[in-house]
């Protein structure tokens, strides 16, 4: 893909509504949403509970399809891609970091962050050294044989954020990344984020803490499935 192509880059949603039913009712969880995002941009998004922010993400992200509408990420359109496919994209393209972290309990660090490289088709002994690489990143090279039940919640997130970056994403997608963090932890967290956006990862992060939207470029605010654009 040619460098600067603007029609490409980045992710672009067109018209985006996911409706949920339950029973009778239904009930549109976002509603025909426009929303371009550059490459490198850092949004924050914010938003009462319930009102779409973790659906409009699961959609960027490819966990979740629109009912309508299209989404493209650097030009790839992910409503025509089959479930394997939409697979490979995410494990490749996107890094995802969770409030929960959604660490595997019976695999130490080393091994959950080794686990996206395996879908991706790396050599074991390159997936050590990569999976290490990562660990070191978040200042966590250390504990790479501890279980998650031996880590602090803070260098849980890190070993969360250290398995989102193994596979070199475009785009991290971070769903409350502080929200089960105390102040500093969080900090640091974010801190991390920040840093990896700087050398030029998309940065889309869901956030009720204003102190976390305050480092982004870029607010948006989901209300009742409709994207608003807030001034920093
Ligand atoms: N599987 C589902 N079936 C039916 N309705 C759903 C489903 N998942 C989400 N919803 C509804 O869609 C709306 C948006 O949910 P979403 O998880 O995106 O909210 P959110 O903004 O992330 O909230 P929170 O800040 O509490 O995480 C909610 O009102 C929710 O009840
Ligand atoms: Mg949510």
Known sequence: MAEGDNQMDGIKLSQVTRTYTLGSEEFNALNKVDL???????????????????????????LDKPTSGKVLVNGQ???????????????????????????????TALENVMLPLIFAGISPKERRVRALECLDRVGLADRAGHLPNQLSGGQR??????????????VILADEPTGNLDSSRGEEVIEMLTQLNRDGITLLVITHDKDVAKHAHRRIEVRDGLVHEKGL
């Not at 992910?78 to 969770?98: H, M, Q, W, Y």
Request: cysteine-free; overall charge positive.
């Open 36 to 62: 371009q995002i550059p490459n490198g941009d850092f949004v924050a998004i914010t938003g009462p509970s319930g009102s779409g922010k973790s659906t409009l993400a699961n959609i960027i992200g490819g």
């Open 77 to 107: 359109d992910l409503s025509n891609l089959k479930d394997a496919e939409l697979s490979s994209f995410r494990n490749k393209t996107i890094g995802f970091v969770f409030q929960s972290f959604n660490l595997k309990g019976d695999s």
């Open 157 to 170: 997130q890190r070993v969360a954020v250290a398995r989102a970056i193994a596979n070199k994403p475009t």
